[in-house]
């Protein structure tokens, strides 16, 4: 992969700009040709500008030698750390490999060693916890979303913050999340089916990260405070530190904030808001435009491939309508009309304003120029209010919250 380079803008002026003017009259009003048929990429999701994003070479990934590594641990260590050798991308292995044989991780894995022996039920799956890393490897990272603990009930939890598996309906948050970004992108449509799953956005670049990685089931916080968060803490650490060419951290919630005190925000842009909780979501969340700030941050930084489409569904981009409108076309006896009319001006020795003529083409019935884009009537999820900050969300709160709100018909 090349390194990633900051897209030039250079402005056509001077000269060029009258080269343009003494062209051709028939290229001025020339039609522009059919637009081509969007592709899809190898994950079935629509190819949008940024699905050509190239990711920058890690030097250190590259000189990684991860069985010469192995080799190097213990007996203990090699069976404590097997989920890590096994399901850690190693993108973020090699810049963690230090920290995973600490003696704080080391007794996180004990603890939940002996969790598992006897018999607790833990989420996420095993193959899950780390999944994130293998969505969006470390020199992908844009964006990154931080969480806090673990969907707790099943079906829920599969290692990605704020996301679940189908067929699990989007919890509240998630709800609050997507009419946040409703507002930010009129043409974005949730999933259909209520579905909640984000990984699309998670292979575009967005690092969706719980400050705990597993808790047991139907017990939230259930495993804070065993090691999780100086783990995660040292992930959000790196990709400060190292993804020195900028990266967009959102930090929803007085937790998630503090956890981005640190970062520095000459190099990256750090935006905060309250959690999407429906506890705190009506104090600022609906109306703190994150997901719009933070493309047009990465536009200015990388230009437009460097920007996320948060769109869900397949065949859809919420950035279509940040993209330049194809010129209108226009049938060819309308343009002779048009010529003929600079023609009869020049010899008549009108000053003739090609410009205007070219508004009138595009204003023709005739000419075939795009219509407004279609809106979508679409009903959005109502915001729903609440008073407390958000502090500490409980995702148990969340679902009696949801069971009330079906009670009521909402």
Known sequence: MSTLKRKAGAQTGGADAKKVKQGSIMSFFGSSPAAKPSATNSSGLPTTPNSSFTAPTDPAAARFDKDKWVATLTPEQKRLLQLEIDTLDESWLVHLKDEIVTKEFLDLKRFLEREYAAGKKIFPPKEDIYSWSRHTPFTTTRIVILGQDPYHNHNQAHGLAFSVLPPTPAPPSLKNIYTCLGKDYPSFNPPPNKAGLLTPWAKR???MLNTCLTVRAHEANSHSNRGWEKFTQKCIDLVAAKRTTGVVFLAWGTPAGKRVLKVDQKRHLVLKSVHPSPLSASRGFFQCGHFRKANEWLGER?????????????GESVLESDEPSPRPRVEKGEVAKRVEEVVRGAVMGRRVDLNEIARGLSRSPKGGSCSPKEEKGKKKEEEVEGDDDGENV??????????LMREKGL
């Open 302 to 314: 990388y230009g437009l491939k460097g920007r996320v489409d948060w769109a869900l569904n397949e």
């Open 394 to 403: 409980d995702p148990g709160e969340e679902e009696e919250w949801d069971a």
């Open 205 to 207: 670049g967005v690092l």
